[in-house]
């Protein structure tokens, strides 16, 4: 297979483009998801608050972040 705009087929987050995540966050990036909010908060940085309040609270309520968020959380140290 070639891996020719690879790139470009994958969301943030990755999951690949058609693919659907019906569970809950893993427990590594809800670790992030902390680790980053408390970054946030200390930086007064608040839309990366409100990233993580929504990552945290759709991992607890059994419902799948957005990847876009998931994104922001991962690479936010980088």
Request: aromatic share 6%; with cysteine; glycine share 8%.
């Amino acid at each position: 297979m070639s891996t020719f705009g690879k790139a470009t087929r994958e969301q943030p987050g990755g999951l690949s483009a058609g693919m659907v995540s019906s569970d809950p966050v893993p427990d590594m990036p809800m670790d992030a998801a902390w680790m980053v909010l408390e970054a946030a908060n200390d930086l007064g940085d608040n839309a990366t608050v409100d990233v993580c309040r929504r990552v945290i609270d759709a991992n607890l309520n059994g419902r799948p972040a957005s990847p876009f968020d998931l994104h922001i959380i991962v690479e936010y140290f980088n």
